[in-house]
């Protein structure tokens, strides 16, 4: 009962629930570091390059959600034990993690237009040349076969990508079995193009709705934390200086 009337009792009270709140913001990152790693970027890998800050970014983002846990707990420590070295301690990775944040959430949104305007030409080129079939086990053919599975698409820009490709010169056929409504009907035998037959809509449009999306939902959810964590980064501060 003594700490209700110590003169810090308010603000204690305030900085614990903020950095319960802090706490809760690290978890946030961290599903959505999990669920952009694992969901989106995933099938945007065939884009290569241009879409390799998705990874990264979600990466960052779950590293972030950990630490953010980590100080959110270390916070509440520092503030129950009226420890100043902790509680500076907390201040100075609070600060830089929102930085991080704001940081990361630019870069996402900075990315976004060189997707559109750099990604079509070159998955399409490296798609005719590098694609091998739906049965080979490199990574490119198995990332592309997933990618048309899923989506319910085909090539590139439409099912005709295929025509005159590594692919159709190495296996004689104009699209491969990834690209069929029902993979493994007699129909579906590389040649006949039917619309019953083949997914005729190309799988970029497709790919950068996904990748728009996750970069909204990384940038969002960056500054949205940062948004979040603020309260508690000024009233780690205040209760440092008052402890002085």
Known sequence: MAEMHTPYASLKKLLSFLNGITAMSGVVLIGLGIYVMFRGAALTRVLGLCSAYLHHVSYLCLVMGCITVLLGFAGWYGATKE??????????FMVIILLVEITAATVVLAFLPIVQEVA???TFVTLRKNYRGFNEPDDYSM??????EQLKCCGVKNHTDFSGSSFEMTTGHTYPRSCCKSIGTVACDGR?????????EGCFPKLLKITKTQSFNLSGGSLGAAVIQLPGILATLLLFVKLG
């Not at 420890?83 to 100075?92: A, D, I, M, Q, V």
Request: hydrophobic share 45%.
């Open 83 to 92: 420890s100043r070295g902790t509680l500076l301690f907390c201040f100075s």
């Open 120 to 122: 079509l030409e070159h």
């Open 143 to 148: 990332e592309w076969n997933l990618v048309m």
């Open 192 to 200: 006949n193009a039917s619309t019953d037959i083949v997914h005729r």
